[in-house]
Structure formats: C-alpha cells, structure tokens
C-alpha cells in the first residue's frame, strides 16, 4: 500500500489540477502528457519502459484490488498518489472511473525510425476524425501484428482520452507516428519497399481478388479515410490500387474500425502464408 499524500485528498490539489488539465488537447500537447485510465492501460504503460508512466492516482478499493500493477508502477519509477475517489472522479474523463488515472509521457515515433525499421504491415489513418475510430483502428493494428500507425496531420488527437480508452492498451504496444502529411507517409513508405493500398467501398479493386491474385503478401500500407467522405481522389491517386472490402450480404457499408479489422487481417493473412507464420502470443 503506498503511503497517503495529504495535498491530494482535496480536488484543488496542485498535481490534481494538473492531471486534470491533460484532458484538453492544448495542455497535453504542451506538457507532452497524458492520461491513461483503468488497469489494463495502467498496466500497459508500467510495463512499457521506465519513465513512460511518471505518475499514478490510486483510490484505496483500487490500491488493494490492483497490487500487482501498483507494484509495477513503482518498479517503473512512477510517483503513486494515494487519493479518494472524489480526485480520481475529477481528473477522470470517463463517467464510471475504475479508481485508476495514470500520467503517460507521449510515445510517437519518428516517422524516419519507423522507416528505418522496414515495416511489412502499416496502418496510415489519413483525415480520421473520430478519436474512438481511431483508438479502435491502432487496436486492431496491434492484434494484426502490424509494425506500425502513421496518423496524418489532418486526423485527430492520439491521445485524446477516447481514443487512449479506445485502444485499450495499444498505444503502449507499437511505433506510431504523428502529423505526416499522407504525402509524405506514401512517398516514405514506397520509398522501402511498401505497397500502398487505399482502403475505399468505391475501390476498383475487390479484397477477395487480391487475395486470390496473391499480390498482397509483401510489405502492405493500408490507408483509411474520413469516417464520412473516405479518401479524396487525390490521396487514392497515391495509392498502388485503391481496393474495396466486398459486401456479400445486405448491408449498406461498413464502418471504418470493422472495415480495417478485415484489411488488416486479410494483409496479415496473406503474409503469414508467402513468409512463414508470425510469432503470437496466446492469452
């Protein structure tokens, strides 16, 4: 049990207020802070690396419940503070707080090193909007064992607190990196090697029959538009072939988290087959 810090019982607390803060992208932005709520993300970013997680406010319930991450926390280095769920429900975005706010240093990744690193699998998120979709997509990258998340200068907020909650934990798990023009991420990408897929439900080319073609088990970036208009012409125009997911059934569409689950698993798929079977760990 860590031990109590008098200054945090009151909300007005000076580290309180500055938590608080990092749920307005400006603050986070300047501090290069932000926060991560519940166990699993707590666990995550303790487990991630020393100094990823430099601080923790922890309820007492929760302090006896989550031990173990606790004790992770401090052999990471983080400085635990022992508050009543008044604090953590005031520096909490979400309704229903589960007694554990964590403060995490950013985590991008130069574009460059991720370059440098050859990927075979990338998702690029090109003008996405919705913070949700976006966590939601960095998640089902990580599943897909994709090496990288290229985020656009035009998408939203990486560590909009949505989306931290969205990904579940995978922002802490593979190199992403922020505010490159699609521009740039395309030209990077081609540039070692990557074959650049356009993900649009108007695409030319149908998912089913690059699988059957057997052209999709090279170094593949997938790249996803708006929620609402997709990709413009002018960023399919990039692309290497522009590929739609078929619908078999009656719906209308997809979304776009479902919609790059299936692009990513389909690349994934493919890979494993032309290049023997990627390492997994079973939970």
């Not at 078999?248 to 389909?266: F, Q, R």
């Amino acid at each position: 049990m860590p031990p109590a810090t008098p200054e945090l019982i009151s909300p007005r607390s000076p580290r309180v207020s500055a938590a608080r803060r990092l749920g307005r992208r400006n603050f986070r932005g300047k501090e290069r802070l932000f926060l991560a709520e519940g166990p699993q993300a707590v666990r995550e970013a303790a487990a991630h690396g020393a100094g990823t997680l430099t601080e923790l406010f922890v309820t007492v319930e929760a302090a006896e419940r989550y031990a173990d991450i606790l004790g992770e926390a401090r052999h990471a280095g983080a400085r635990i503070h022992l508050a009543d769920e008044q604090v953590i429900a005031d520096i909490s975005t979400t309704v229903t707080p589960q007694g554990l706010v964590g403060v995490c240093r950013f985590l991008d990744t130069a574009f460059e090193d991720i370059l440098a690193a050859r990927p075979r699998l990338v998702a690029v998120l090109a003008n996405v909007r919705d913070p949700g979709n976006a966590g939601t997509v960095l998640r089902c990258a990580d599943a897909a064992g994709a090496e990288a998340v290229v985020l656009t200068d035009a998408s939203v907020d990486l560590y909009n607190p949505k989306a931290v909650r969205a990904s579940v934990g995978s922002h802490f798990h593979l190199p992403v990196a922020v505010g490159v023009p699609v521009e740039q991420a395309v030209a990077g990408l081609k540039g070692v090697g990557v074959r650049i897929l356009a993900a649009d439900g108007a695409g030319t080319d149908d998912l089913d029959d690059e699988l059957d073609k057997g052209t999709m088990g090279g170094p593949t970036a997938w790249v996803f538009g708006n929620e609402a208009w997709g990709l413009p012409e002018e960023t399919r125009a990039l692309a290497d072939a522009v590929v739609r997911v078929p619908i078999h059934g009656k719906a209308e569409s997809l979304n776009l988290a479902t919609a790059a689950a299936v692009c990513l698993y389909a690349s994934a798929r493919a890979q494993r087959a032309s290049g023997g079977c990627r390492s997994v760990t079973l939970s």
